[in-house]
């Protein structure tokens, strides 16, 4: 009883097409700096070589339609000073479902002895559609959720900026997709708010065997309330990680990750909701592997 009231909250939040509503879709992750690109197009071409990133997080589960995120970067240096790269995204919420593939460009020049900018777009096409099937409704015959929506396929476009010091201390401001999706007439009353990210982090050794990496993220949209994440992972000798994690009212997480080979990284992130969510579950996980190919 308790899942399938949960499925008509999500749905009415998200989907409420019969009163004006306003909703966030853009995914949240919690390993951000672990993979900036899903946010920030400026990362492209950071690495010297070739990066591949595949991401999967599972939030809140044991609840009936509970947001379900898989995503895959890749970019790639390009000449001295450019990068490309790639990033595709599936993600699910209750009845709506969203896909998303776009095309990167960053361009990375030095300021000083110290310091270095990059900027970064990214053009790419998305669609959202919402899925009425199995939803159970307080009342049967609302018009609103009688037939499934879909925006089709739609142009959609975003930046990124970033002021870096090495590979340490480093500010970024970004907004990976820039339009609203779009139901034409029949979606009228539903509007969704594009996210700005603010990220900084820096490295701070403490020892030849110990590094932190302390990191903040703050999300902004239109007349939603901000949220953030502050992060402190500890990598020790090069290759294990262990860190906490922290958003604002919503939850507590546990970060773990261990550099398998030269090439292969494997990151993973234990959450526990600390919100009116927890009454019915006590967990979401994200998994990330990256791939790093050096330049020959």
Same mark, same amino acid.
């Given at each position: ?12 939040? %998200?989907?409420?097409?019969s ?41 809140w ?16 240096k ?5 990068g ?19 095309? &990167? ?16 777009? !990214? ?25 499934? !929506? ?17 590979d ?8 990976? !997709?820039?339009?609203?999706?779009? %139901? ?7 509007? &969704? ?12 050794? $403490? ?49 773990l ?6 090439? %292969? ?25 990256? $791939? ?5």
């Amino acid at each position: 009883m308790i899942k399938h009231k949960l499925v008509q909250l999500i749905s009415i939040v %998200f989907v409420g097409m019969s009163l004006p509503a306003l909703g966030q879709v853009d995914p949240i992750y919690s390993l951000y700096r672990f993979n900036p690109q899903n946010i920030t197009p400026a990362h492209v071409g950071g690495y010297e070589g070739t990066e591949i990133t595949v991401m999967n997080r599972q939030q809140w589960m044991g609840i009936e339609g509970a947001p379900k995120t898989m995503g895959i970067t890749a970019n790639m240096k390009w000449g001295k000073q450019k990068g490309v790269g790639i990033v595709g995204l599936l993600d699910e919420a209750g009845p709506m479902k969203t896909v998303h593939v776009g095309l &990167d460009f960053a361009y990375h020049v030095r300021l000083n002895e110290d310091w270095s900018f990059s900027g970064g777009i !990214r053009g790419g096409v998305g669609n959202m559609t919402l899925n009425f099937n199995g939803i159970r409704l307080p009342q049967s015959g609302d018009e609103a959720f009688a037939t499934d !929506r879909s925006t089709g396929m739609q142009v959609n476009t975003g930046w990124g900026v970033k002021v870096y010091k090495g590979d340490g201390l480093f500010f970024s401001v970004s907004q990976p !997709r820039m339009f609203r999706y779009d %139901f034409g007439t029949t979606g009228a009353a539903y509007k &969704d708010s594009p996210s700005f990210f603010v990220m900084t982090g820096t490295k701070w050794p $403490v020892s030849e065997k110990l590094t932190l990496y302390p990191s903040a993220l703050i999300r902004l949209a239109t007349d939603l309330p901000a949220s953030y994440d502050v992060n402190v992972v500890a990598n020790m000798h090069g290759k294990l990680d262990a860190g906490l994690g922290y958003r604002g009212g919503e939850s507590i997480g546990i970060r773990l990750g261990v550099q398998m080979t030269k090439v %292969f990284y494997l990151g993973y992130v234990y959450e526990l909701p600390t919100s009116q969510i927890s009454k019915m579950t006590s967990q979401s996980h994200e998994l990330a592997l990256r $791939v790093r190919l050096a330049k020959k």
